[in-house]
């Protein structure tokens, strides 16, 4: 069926009137729990405001929202076949020469609009809103209404000195001070491109302003010659803030578009883009993820006969199949994080069970 003829455009337009119906609905249930969470977690912190909470709610609602994404498009697709089956239009559809597939044409077009409208416009917005939320969240947890997101658990950085030595650095904490950052028990380690070690400085804080590092009680330990103890240590580097704090921005709170140089980033640097990797192609596959869900509701909803009932039945086994679905996908995904699977495979395994066994009961469904 042609999704711009009369009959597609009217299942469009039911699709698109329940989709955004049930994500309002979901949306106020997100809302209403992160809510409650968060008003018992501030009891008694006469230091956060209402409005500091709000911002901390709002801030985290799209990336909850892409977690439940898949099932808002399911739910949606659910009640828009439950409806066409009771009201027996279903019935007639079919008795007019249309079959399963041609019903299903402009609902699969319209949700995979959805899908692409979601990762390439929505993911920018949520993945901006999702490093607000870290840097809150953190701001939360320090106390301290200024501060900015960094690491407590460690840095890891290499850089280029010169066409044939690198250096790697390694810091146990990282925190943001007003005039730049400040690094604790820290180690510089100069390589050359063999990876064989040249010279290793170990500092107990660096700071890190204006594209030095002021190291401070430092050891210089170098081949060939004694151990040099110094004061300060004034060290030229290329490495800023915004460079380190990349080190810890999670891929959910990067943007579609920026994941790719993102990747090539680390990899240039010599640490691993995996999860960067993965959340980049998971979200490419999300479109046809999604349109798998509405092969799952069709088995579920659509129904030749509304007087057999089974309402409880397909709300039931469309939920259950779904949460199926979310646990087999991040088991795999957990899987390509891991190494123990390519990266394709495990962002497309779960699209592709799903669908296929979807059309394996839809094609039984026609031929019964």
Known sequence: ?????????YLTKQLLWNFFAVLLMVLGVIMLFELIELL?????????????IMEMVITKMPRTIEMVFPFVVMIAAMVTFWKLSKSNEFVIIRASGVSI???LTPVMATTFLI????????NP??????DMYETLEYRFKSKN????????QGLWMREAIDK????????????QEDDGLLLRDVTLLEMNRRNQPSKRIEAFAAKLNQGYFEFKDVKIFKAGEGTRVLNSLRYKTSLDEERIKENFVAPEAISFWDLPDTIRFYEKAGFSAQRHRLRYLSLVVSPFLLCSMVLVAAVFALRPNSRRGGVMLMIVGGISTGFIVYFLSQLVYAFGLNGYIPVLLAVWTPTLIVALMAVSALLHMEDG
Do not use: C, E, H
């Open 1 to 9: 069926m042609n999704p711009n003829s009369i009959l597609g455009r």
């Open 115 to 122: 899908g692409a409208i979601n990762v390439a416009l929505v």
């Open 101 to 103: 597939w041609g019903f």
């Open 145 to 152: 209404p200024t501060a900015i997101l960094f690491s407590s």
């Open 164 to 175: 044939d030595n690198v250096a790697v650095l390694q810091a146990k904490s990282v925190r």
């Open 125 to 130: 917005i949520a993945a901006r809103m999702y």
């Open 40 to 52: 018992r977690r501030t009891s008694g912190r006469d230091d956060v405001g209402v409005g500091f």
